[in-house]
């Protein structure tokens, strides 16, 4: 079965490291126990259109939310805290810097 609780396949198609899992039907069969935490993500993308792409492009990470952006950090509400985002978040912030490199040399 590939349905997924949250939309929690779609991360393993662009490679950030999430997925369901062997047995789909747990997920549906709403036994699933979440332990959510917020963590404290360090930024190093200068305030501005980077920062606001990866801001919103996180809240398209499954079970991600942003709730706070701070000058240097933003602070971002896992729905389970055994969820292994941080990679993620790290190669997205990589990934955005060298798009914008790549636009800017274009332009």
Same mark, same amino acid.
């Given at each position: 079965?590939? /349905?997924?609780?949250?939309?929690?396949?779609?991360?393993?198609?662009?490679?950030?490291?999430? *997925?369901? *899992?062997?047995?789909?039907?747990?997920?549906?069969?709403?036994?699933?126990?979440?332990?959510?935490?917020? !963590?404290?993500?360090?930024?190093?993308?200068? /305030?501005?259109?980077?920062?606001? !792409?990866?801001?919103?492009?996180?809240?398209?990470?499954?079970?991600?939310?942003?709730?706070?952006?701070?000058?240097?950090?933003?602070? !971002?509400?896992?729905?389970?805290?055994?969820?292994?985002?941080?990679?993620?978040?790290?190669?997205?912030?990589?990934?955005? /810097?060298?798009?914008?490199?790549?636009?800017?040399?274009? /332009?």
């Amino acid at each position: 079965m590939a /349905v997924c609780f949250a939309g929690v396949g779609v991360g393993q198609c662009v490679g950030y490291g999430f *997925g369901c *899992g062997s047995d789909d039907s747990v997920a549906l069969a709403g036994s699933v126990q979440f332990e959510g935490e917020f !963590i404290r993500y360090p930024l190093s993308l200068s /305030v501005g259109l980077a920062r606001q !792409i990866w801001v919103g492009g996180v809240g398209l990470f499954p079970g991600t939310l942003v709730v706070a952006v701070e000058s240097d950090a933003v602070v !971002i509400h896992v729905l389970d805290k055994n969820m292994s985002v941080l990679a993620g978040l790290l190669t997205f912030e990589r990934y955005l /810097v060298r798009l914008l490199a790549d636009v800017r040399e274009e /332009v």
